[in-house]
């Protein structure tokens, strides 16, 4: 089955500084990548999304890359916010057969004020 | 609309004491998950549904039973607690794995003594 590399698990910036959060997968059938943010006692909420037919996507402040030969992917946030303190989900999925989002241990993203 | 809805939010087992938790999602989706989550462990997928009267085994299913009888319930059964299931559990709902985001419950904190 599919498996899901994250790193780091926990990364602290500066407000105003950029993060970047990295994620490998296993399986080359994968084509779907989704990322999830989660606060502290709250369910996971989708952030950003990217398919296979894509190398990168941008939603403000939010973007992902995807390295399809290299099997992996990225999350990217520009000008750290307080509120963007979370954890964050990298996952991966072949679909068709559907056998769910195979996730990412997370990365606890800190912002420093 | 309610989207994804899990009931109990808490419940405290006995070890060998049998429970049913509740999923609930109101926006006719095909497919439903179940997930723990446990401290660095990310969201680890126990089973999931592909349509009114499927299921089938994820990653982590000993231990646990689904049912899914009607379209927009999907039951997950402890038949005997131990206190390795106590963890956060998540249901999620999806039209379909790579076609749109997954909706997440709002959590079951379980915890088994």
């Given at each position: 089955?599919?498996?899901?590399?994250?790193?780091?698990?926990?990364?602290?910036?500066?407000?105003?500084?950029?993060?970047?959060?990295?994620?490998?997968?296993?399986?080359?059938?994968?084509?779907?990548?989704?990322?999830?943010?989660?606060?502290?006692?709250?369910?996971?909420?989708?952030?950003?999304?990217?398919?296979?037919?894509?190398?990168?996507?941008?939603?403000?402040?939010?973007?992902?890359?995807?390295?399809?030969?290299?099997?992996?992917?990225?999350?990217?946030?520009?000008?750290?916010?307080?509120?963007?303190?979370?954890?964050?989900?990298?996952?991966?999925?072949?679909?068709?057969?559907?056998?769910?989002?195979?996730?990412?241990?997370?990365?606890?993203?800190?912002?420093?004020? | 609309?309610?989207?994804?809805?899990?009931?109990?939010?808490f419940r405290v087992l006995k070890?060998?004491q049998?429970?049913?938790?509740?999923?609930?999602?109101?926006?006719?989706?095909?497919?439903?998950?179940?997930?723990?989550?446990?401290?660095?462990?990310?969201?680890?997928?126990?089973?999931?549904?592909?349509?009114?009267?499927?299921?089938?085994?994820?990653?982590?299913?000993?231990?646990?039973?689904?049912?899914?009888?009607?379209?927009?319930?999907?039951?997950?059964?402890?038949?005997?607690?131990?206190?390795?299931?106590t963890?956060?559990?998540?249901?999620?709902?999806?039209?379909?794995?790579?076609?749109?985001?997954?909706?997440?419950?709002?959590?079951?904190r379980l915890t088994v003594v």
């Amino acid at each position: 089955g599919e498996n899901v590399e994250q790193h780091p698990s926990t990364l602290s910036v500066q407000e105003g500084d950029s993060a970047v959060i990295k994620c490998t997968y296993s399986d080359s059938a994968s084509n779907y990548f989704p990322w999830y943010k989660q606060e502290l006692g709250k369910r996971p909420q989708l952030i950003i999304d990217i398919r296979s037919n894509v190398g990168e996507k941008k939603d403000q402040r939010i973007a992902v890359t995807l390295n399809k030969t290299a099997k992996h992917f990225s999350l990217h946030i520009t000008e750290t916010q307080p509120e963007d303190s979370a954890v964050y989900f990298c996952a991966a999925s072949s679909g068709g057969g559907a056998d769910g989002l195979t996730f990412g241990k997370g990365t606890h993203l800190i912002i420093q004020p | 609309n309610a989207g994804v809805t899990q009931t109990p939010k808490f419940r405290v087992l006995k070890t060998g004491q049998s429970m049913t938790l509740l999923c609930a999602q109101d926006m006719n989706h095909e497919y439903m998950y179940w997930y723990r989550q446990d401290p660095g462990m990310g969201l680890r997928l126990i089973h999931y549904s592909v349509g009114e009267g499927t299921t089938a085994k994820g990653e982590v299913p000993d231990g646990y039973n689904v049912s899914r009888l009607k379209k927009q319930n999907f039951l997950l059964g402890l038949e005997s607690a131990a206190p390795s299931q106590t963890s956060v559990y998540f249901c999620a709902s999806s039209y379909r794995v790579g076609r749109g985001e997954a909706f997440f419950g709002q959590g079951t904190r379980l915890t088994v003594v």
